[in-house]
DNA sequence: GTTTTTATTGCAAATGATTTGCAATAATTT
DNA sequence: AAATTATTGCAAATCATTTGCAATAAAAAC
């Protein structure tokens, strides 16, 4: 059982929610699924094992996931794309990511330059920063022949 | 007269475009208001001098800039607020931006550290890195109090 | 284990941002 | 000034997401 279950059901009953099969699911695809899936993909991939979810019940997780800092949604700017959210298992702080304009595959990395950028902004503007996001678009070596 | 009114002026020409009251008036406000204006906010300002505008006049306007590279759009993730696209006269890669989310106020900064990140991954993974988008979440020094 | 309570679901309808089809309008060309 | 056609305004469509509400099903109480 991944982690992201046994954390999310400790949550859920602090405070006297309920652990259903539906949510079950959608926690599981989210760490099957790697590669920062839609609501709609999340929603199709679970529909398979139970065929009478519903999508809202997909995004009504997700929010809630996103609210208890658990998954993070982030819109990634596609050039002529649809404006989807995309929703990720993991704390927004710790990776960023490289997008392939081309064939939409996403890369994450980290850098450790990135806490310095963040931290000369903090000093420079008396700013606090509390989460940065980084993504690059490119072409990935596959799609630049 | 700004630069990017010239600009696309002399792109418009290029191709057999009209150059319009309307677009004239959209392109103005891109420089008057310099804060990320969205799409509304661009269509209420410029309302004021001429009521007839249509807002799918300026949604057209800003595709067609965006297109053209003399705008980039980009989409903000406020926590609880809508997914609306904000617009931004100037290349993305030579600016990136710190968004107060509390009072939504956006600054602008530049590290060259970024470029630095871009070369590290570039040379890393062979990926080709077109643009960089950077953006750091927090509170400016007034809503930390 | 059955009943009760109420959080959660499925459904359908609403929403907000953005896009599109089309006839009317107005820049540019002739 | 007339002809051409890019652009507009309007209304309706679309897409992703959210919401109200009655039905369902966890967990609690018996």
Known sequence: MGALLEEATEILRSRGGRMTNQRKRILESLELLGSHPSADEIFAFVSQSDP???????YRTLRWLEQEGLVSARHFHFDEDRRTDRFDAASPIDHHHFICTECKSVIEFDNRLIGEVKNQFSRQTNCWVQSVSVVLYGLCPNCQK
């Open 52 to 58: 009478t979810l519903n999508l809202s019940t997909v």
